[in-house]
C-alpha cells in the first residue's frame, strides 16, 4: 500500500496571489515547489532567454575557442568524438554542424554500445593517429578518460574535452582533471559556473555560441536559437532536473520545436504521429527520445545522427521509418524481457527481497536498464537486471535505485564480485562473472539498509481538490508550471470519496480505463486511468467482490467509490470542450 501525504507547506498565500495576479491552487503549487518570493515566482512562470548565463563563465571556455579558432582558420583537421545516448547524438550535431558552417575540416565518430562501451576509447585515439586527426573535441564524455587523453597528447594530438558527468576523485579525494589542452565542464570545483545542472548537449550549445562570437556569420541569433531547441531534446532525454537554466532551455526549446525546419525532426514526429502544435516534454522523453536511442541500442547512434542532419525528404523519411521500427523492436524486446523478469520474481522466491538482482541470459544487454527501471516502478525496489554479453564470458547489468538506497555506495562494498562497475546512487552499470550472480543476490540483501516503509511508494499530493473547483480558465493556469519532468514534477490534486458511474476499457491495447465519477456534492466528470488495468480490477473484487467488477464491465452501475490523486486537463473533441481528469493514484 502506497503512503499518501498533503505537503501543505506554510506562506502567506493572500500575499503571493496579489503580487503575481494567481489563483491561490497556484500559489500553493509553487510555494510546495519552494518559491515563496514573488519576483522569484514570476521568474519561474516566465522564464526568458535574457537570463541564460554566459557561457564564458566556464572554466576553460576561452581557451577553448581560441584553439578551435585556430585550428579553424589554419585547415586543421578536428575529429569530434561523442556518445550513443541522446545526449551525445545531439551534442555532436551541435558542434559538427557549427563546425562545419563555420569553415572546418571537421567529422565525428560515435563509439558502438556493446563493442565500445560509453565514451572515448583507445580505439578511436589510435584510429585518429593513423588518420593523422590534429584535434579531438569531445562531447557528453571524456572526463574520466585519464589514459586516452595522455596517449592522444603523446601522439600530438591537440584535446579539447566538453562534459557534464562527475570527475574521477583520488584516494585523498581531490579530483582528477584530465590532461586535456582545455576541459570545459561545469562540474570542475574550480569553475565558476552558477549552474552545475547541464546536460552534455547544453555544454556543448554553450560551446558553440561562444565560438559563434568570434566569427561573422548571417543570422547568428536565429541559428543559436535553433541550436537551443536541439539543446532541448537532450536536456528531457536525459533526465537533467528541469528548474533553473534547464526550465529555460527546455521552455524556449518547445517552442522553437514546434516551428523547427529540421527535415530529420520533422520526418519522425510524421512518423510518430505527433501533432507539433501540441509538442510537449512528454513527446521529447517518451517518443521522439526513445527513436533517437533505438539506434544506439540496437544499431549504430550514427543513424540518429544522420536524421538530424538529413536535408532531402526522402532520406529523412527513409531514416524516420527505420528509427521508429527500431524503437518497436526495442520495446517488443523489452515487454518480452519484462515479462520473463516478472516471472522469475514471482515464482522463484524473490517477492522478499528487498533489492531484486534478475538474470535474463538472452536479454539484449543494452535494454538491461530500461527493464530494471521497470522492475523499480512495478515492485518499489531497487532492481539489478543481468544478461549475457555478446562480447565475452561475463555477464552484464544495469541497476535502478529508490531514493532510500545508494546503488552505487551497496555495489561499491563488494566490488571483489565485480569485473567493472560504476554509476551514482540512482543508476549503476557492472560487469561480472556468471557464477558470481548468486553470491551478489544474496549479499545485497543480507545488509540491505531498507525498512519495509521505505519500500512504500510515497504519494504526495500538493492539494486536495474538488472537482467543482476545476474549470477551463484553472487548468490552462496550471500550464504556467510547464514543462514538466524531473525536479519539476506535475503537481497532483486529490478528491475523496467519488462514485463510479460507469466504466468502459479503452485503448488500442486495451490499456486504459474511462470511468465517470461522481462527487459528493454532485459534480460529474469523465475520468481517465492508464496504468496496470489488471491490478485495478483485482483491487476492486478484493475490496468490494467479483459482484461490483461484473456490474462495472457490464456498465450495470455500481456501489463502489474511490479516493483519486489526479492532474486536469481539458479534452477537444468535435469542437467542443470538457474538462477530466487523468488518475494517477486510486484506494
Same mark, same amino acid.
Given at each position: 500500500?502506497?503512503?499518501?501525504?498533503?505537503?501543505?507547506?506554510?506562506?502567506?498565500?493572500?500575499?503571493?496571489?496579489? +503580487?503575481?495576479?494567481?489563483?491561490?491552487?497556484?500559489?500553493?503549487?509553487?510555494?510546495?515547489?519552494?518559491?515563496?518570493?514573488?519576483?522569484? #515566482?514570476?521568474?519561474?512562470?516566465?522564464?526568458?532567454?535574457?537570463?541564460?548565463?554566459?557561457?564564458?563563465?566556464?572554466?576553460?571556455?576561452?581557451?577553448?575557442?581560441?584553439?578551435?579558432?585556430?585550428?579553424?582558420?589554419?585547415?586543421?583537421?578536428?575529429?569530434?568524438?561523442?556518445?550513443?545516448?541522446?545526449?551525445?547524438?545531439?551534442?555532436?550535431?551541435?558542434?559538427?554542424?557549427?563546425?562545419?558552417?563555420?569553415?572546418?575540416?571537421?567529422?565525428?565518430?560515435?563509439?558502438?554500445?556493446?563493442?565500445?562501451?560509453?565514451?572515448?576509447?583507445?580505439?578511436?585515439?589510435?584510429?585518429?593517429? +593513423?588518420?593523422? #586527426?590534429?584535434?579531438?573535441?569531445?562531447?557528453?564524455?571524456?572526463?574520466?578518460?585519464?589514459?586516452? $587523453?595522455?596517449?592522444?597528447?603523446?601522439?600530438?594530438?591537440?584535446?579539447?574535452?566538453?562534459?557534464?558527468?562527475?570527475?574521477?576523485?583520488?584516494?585523498?579525494?581531490?579530483?582528477?582533471?584530465?590532461?586535456?589542452?582545455?576541459?570545459?565542464?561545469?562540474?570542475?570545483?574550480?569553475?565558476?559556473?552558477?549552474?552545475?545542472?547541464?546536460?552534455?548537449?547544453? $555544454?556543448?550549445?554553450?560551446?558553440?555560441?561562444?565560438?559563434?562570437?568570434?566569427?561573422?556569420?548571417?543570422?547568428?541569433?536565429?541559428?543559436?536559437?535553433?541550436?537551443?531547441?536541439?539543446?532541448?531534446?537532450?536536456?528531457?532525454?536525459?533526465?537533467?532536473?528541469?528548474?533553473?537554466?534547464?526550465?529555460?532551455?527546455?521552455?524556449?526549446?518547445?517552442?522553437?520545436?514546434?516551428?523547427?525546419?529540421?527535415?530529420?525532426?520533422?520526418?519522425?514526429?510524421?512518423?510518430?504521429?505527433?501533432?507539433? @502544435?501540441?509538442?510537449?516534454?512528454?513527446?521529447?522523453?517518451?517518443?521522439?527520445?526513445?527513436?533517437?536511442?533505438?539506434?544506439?541500442?540496437?544499431?549504430?547512434?550514427?543513424?540518429?545522427?544522420?536524421?538530424?542532419?538529413?536535408?532531402?525528404?526522402?532520406?529523412?523519411?527513409?531514416?524516420?521509418?527505420?528509427?521508429?521500427?527500431?524503437n518497436e523492436a526495442r520495446k517488443d524486446m523489452t515487454e518480452k524481457c519484462v515479462e520473463k523478469a516478472t516471472a522469475l520474481i514471482e515464482k522463484g522466491n524473490m517477492l522478499g527481497d528487498k533489492v531484486l538482482v534478475v538474470?535474463?541470459?538472452?536479454?539484449?544487454?543494452?535494454?538491461?536498464? #530500461?527493464?530494471?527501471?521497470?522492475?523499480? @516502478?512495478?515492485?518499489?525496489?531497487?532492481?539489478?537486471?543481468?544478461?549475457?554479453?555478446?562480447?565475452? @564470458?561475463?555477464?552484464?547489468?544495469?541497476?535502478?535505485?529508490?531514493?532510500?538506497?545508494?546503488?552505487?555506495?551497496?555495489?561499491?562494498?563488494?566490488?571483489?564480485?565485480?569485473?567493472?562497475?560504476?554509476?551514482?546512487?540512482?543508476?549503476?552499470?557492472?560487469?561480472?562473472?556468471?557464477?558470481?550472480?548468486?553470491?551478489?543476490?544474496?549479499?545485497?540483501?543480507?545488509?540491505?539498509?531498507?525498512?519495509?516503509?521505505?519500500?512504500?511508494?510515497?504519494?504526495?499530493?500538493?492539494?486536495?481538490?474538488?472537482?467543482?473547483?476545476?474549470?477551463?480558465?484553472?487548468?490552462?493556469?496550471?500550464?504556467?508550471?510547464?514543462?514538466?519532468?524531473?525536479?519539476?514534477?506535475?503537481?497532483?490534486?486529490?478528491?475523496?470519496?467519488?462514485?463510479?458511474?460507469s466504466l468502459m476499457i479503452i485503448g488500442n491495447n486495451s490499456n486504459g480505463i474511462k470511468m465517470r465519477v461522481r462527487n459528493q456534492y454532485g459534480r460529474e466528470m469523465d475520468a481517465l486511468y492508464f496504468g496496470d488495468i489488471?491490478?485495478?480490477?483485482?483491487?476492486?473484487?478484493?475490496?468490494?467482490?467479483?459482484d461490483e467488477v461484473w456490474r462495472l464491465k457490464t456498465g450495470r452501475g455500481s456501489n463502489i467509490k474511490l479516493t483519486v490523486t489526479y492532474y486536469p486537463n481539458i479534452n477537444e473533441y468535435n469542437g467542443y470542450k470538457s474538462?477530466?481528469?487523468? #488518475?494517477?493514484?486510486?484506494?
Amino acid at each position: 500500500m502506497e503512503n499518501w501525504f498533503i505537503k501543505n507547506k506554510k506562506a502567506d498565500f493572500e500575499y503571493i496571489m496579489k +503580487e503575481c495576479g494567481i489563483s491561490e491552487v497556484l500559489a500553493r503549487c509553487l510555494v510546495n515547489r519552494g518559491l515563496t518570493d514573488p519576483e522569484k #515566482i514570476k521568474v519561474f512562470l516566465h522564464p526568458s532567454l535574457e537570463d541564460l548565463y554566459n557561457p564564458f563563465l566556464l572554466k576553460d571556455m576561452e581557451k577553448a575557442c581560441d584553439i578551435l579558432q585556430a585550428k579553424i582558420i589554419s585547415g586543421k583537421t578536428v575529429r569530434i568524438v561523442g556518445d550513443y545516448d541522446v545526449d551525445g547524438v545531439v551534442s555532436t550535431y551541435i558542434l559538427y554542424r557549427t563546425l562545419k558552417m563555420l569553415g572546418a575540416k571537421v567529422d565525428y565518430e560515435i563509439p558502438d554500445r556493446i563493442h565500445d562501451g560509453y565514451g572515448i576509447n583507445m580505439r578511436i585515439v589510435e584510429e585518429a593517429k +593513423e588518420q593523422r #586527426i590534429d584535434t579531438l573535441l569531445t562531447c557528453d564524455n571524456g572526463i574520466v578518460a585519464m589514459e586516452q $587523453v595522455s596517449k592522444a597528447k603523446e601522439y600530438g594530438m591537440t584535446v579539447i574535452i566538453t562534459d557534464h558527468h562527475n570527475l574521477l576523485e583520488s584516494e585523498d579525494n581531490s579530483v582528477l582533471i584530465p590532461e586535456a589542452d582545455a576541459v570545459i565542464n561545469p562540474k570542475r570545483p574550480d569553475c565558476p559556473y552558477p549552474f552545475k545542472g547541464l546536460c552534455g548537449a547544453a $555544454v556543448a550549445y554553450k560551446l558553440a555560441v561562444a565560438l559563434l562570437d568570434r566569427f561573422d556569420i548571417p543570422d547568428k541569433d536565429g541559428y543559436e536559437k535553433e541550436l537551443l531547441s536541439y539543446t532541448a531534446i537532450a536536456t528531457v532525454c536525459d533526465v537533467m532536473e528541469l528548474v533553473d537554466e534547464n526550465r529555460i532551455i527546455v521552455k524556449h526549446g518547445l517552442d522553437l520545436l514546434r516551428n523547427t525546419s529540421n527535415t530529420g525532426l520533422l520526418s519522425l514526429m510524421d512518423v510518430c504521429r505527433i501533432n507539433k @502544435e501540441n509538442l510537449s516534454a512528454f513527446h521529447l522523453g517518451f517518443i521522439i527520445g526513445p527513436c533517437l536511442n533505438a539506434s544506439g541500442r540496437l544499431d549504430t547512434a550514427k543513424k540518429g545522427l544522420c536524421l538530424l542532419l538529413a536535408d532531402n525528404k526522402k532520406e529523412a523519411l527513409e531514416l524516420a521509418v527505420n528509427l521508429r521500427s527500431l524503437n518497436e523492436a526495442r520495446k517488443d524486446m523489452t515487454e518480452k524481457c519484462v515479462e520473463k523478469a516478472t516471472a522469475l520474481i514471482e515464482k522463484g522466491n524473490m517477492l522478499g527481497d528487498k533489492v531484486l538482482v534478475v538474470y535474463i541470459p538472452e536479454c539484449h544487454e543494452s535494454i538491461a536498464g #530500461i527493464i530494471a527501471g521497470r522492475l523499480r @516502478e512495478r515492485y518499489h525496489r531497487p532492481a539489478i537486471v543481468l544478461a549475457d554479453s555478446a562480447e565475452s @564470458e561475463y555477464v552484464k547489468g544495469s541497476g535502478r535505485s529508490i531514493n532510500e538506497y545508494n546503488m552505487i555506495e551497496e555495489l561499491s562494498k563488494h566490488r571483489d564480485l565485480f569485473i567493472k562497475v560504476g554509476g551514482h546512487p540512482m543508476a549503476a552499470g557492472l560487469s561480472m562473472l556468471p557464477e558470481n550472480i548468486e553470491i551478489l543476490r544474496k549479499v545485497l540483501n543480507e545488509n540491505a539498509p531498507l525498512t519495509e516503509e521505505m519500500l512504500k511508494p510515497k504519494v504526495t499530493i500538493d492539494v486536495l481538490l474538488p472537482l467543482g473547483y476545476l474549470n477551463e480558465k484553472l487548468v490552462n493556469e496550471l500550464r504556467l508550471l510547464e514543462p514538466f519532468g524531473n525536479g519539476n514534477s506535475k503537481p497532483l490534486f486529490a478528491e475523496k470519496d467519488l462514485t463510479v458511474k460507469s466504466l468502459m476499457i479503452i485503448g488500442n491495447n486495451s490499456n486504459g480505463i474511462k470511468m465517470r465519477v461522481r462527487n459528493q456534492y454532485g459534480r460529474e466528470m469523465d475520468a481517465l486511468y492508464f496504468g496496470d488495468i489488471d491490478r485495478f480490477f483485482s483491487y476492486i473484487n478484493d475490496t468490494y467482490g467479483p459482484d461490483e467488477v461484473w456490474r462495472l464491465k457490464t456498465g450495470r452501475g455500481s456501489n463502489i467509490k474511490l479516493t483519486v490523486t489526479y492532474y486536469p486537463n481539458i479534452n477537444e473533441y468535435n469542437g467542443y470542450k470538457s474538462i477530466q481528469i487523468m #488518475i494517477q493514484n486510486y484506494r
